[in-house]
């Protein structure tokens, strides 16, 4: 996975004084056959900065004396905005043959979608020494939807579909000397004649993280979806469908801080966090905030690590 390479040079960055890079990638394939092969061919396009990054393919052919028509179709989406990132891809293949005369009527497409962004972010709390230390409650927002399956109508083995749709995302979080956050999340939806199947990781998730003052941070979000589909009819004829769609849109991004706490437990206001390079203040979030219900759990969840760490604090002092 190309976006890698950014994740790895988090740990480098986090002494740099202002740097912001965005990779985009889409790439997708399509083709189909009832009586020539008919081929879009492959194309991917690429972007190094903010905004909208998009591809479509197709590829058809069909024998309108018969009824025949076969069709793969790939399309694919990057978007990168300061502190979030949205990719979705599509991929399909269908075939009607309703009858027997051409063999092998096929239809396929593959879709590849994959975004990064990172940023240095400056950290500093007033009133505190260089390199003290502070615990924050962050958000990060992860929300996508993964699909794939097919169907078959009239058409049995060995007639086949297939349709599968995967996703990957990181978040890290590098300060002075090592991570502060390093997620990796995946996973994959679909097979070769499999049931339609769909996959729905959706949520904001909260973390504590080490902060250092007076320093800089690097942040990194990158996300890859990879989805395709095909179909074939062999022998009496019939419609296949197979189809396979990733569509994390709705983003993977920063939620904000929502809490900051210095070492002793003391809860913090007075800081800032500014994207060096974007000049995003990423003490707000960089995306839609959470439904309501979803903001009065996060205030509870903040009130709860809260009242945990001045239990502690009176704990300490006691012993």
Known sequence: MRLLTL?????????????????????????????????????????????????S???????AIHGQAATGMAE???????????VEAHASGSVIAPAPS????NAYGTATAEASFQDVLSFSAPGYAPGALFWATVKIKLDGT???GGTMVDAAAPSFYNGVASWRSQVQLVRPGGYSLNLDYRGSCGGVMHDQCTEDPKGWFSFEVL???????????????????GALVRGAGGTVLGYGAANFMHTVGWGGVQALFDSDGALVSD????????????????VAVPEPSSALLLLLGVAAIWA??????????GA
């Open 102 to 105: 051409y063999v092998d009527a």
């Open 308 to 317: 945990k760490r001045r239990a502690f604090q009176r704990q300490q002092l």
């Open 76 to 86: 694919a989406r990057s978007r990168v905005e300061a502190g979030a990132v949205r």
């Open 7 to 55: 994740l790895t040079l988090g740990l480098c960055l986090a002494s740099a004084t202002a740097a912001q890079t965005v990779s985009q990638r889409v790439a997708g394939n399509a083709g189909a056959k009832v009586q020539v092969n008919v081929q879009a061919g492959s194309q991917e396009f690429t972007r190094n900065s903010l905004g909208d990054l998009q591809l």
């Open 146 to 148: 993964v699909s794939g």
């Open 211 to 229: 902060l250092v003052n007076q320093a800089n941070h690097v942040l990194t979000l990158a996300t890859r979806v990879d989805a395709s589909g």
């Open 57 to 63: 393919r197709s590829a058809g052919d069909a024998v």
């Open 271 to 286: 800081f800032s966090f500014e994207g060096l390079g974007s000049g995003f203040d990423f003490r707000q979030s960089a």
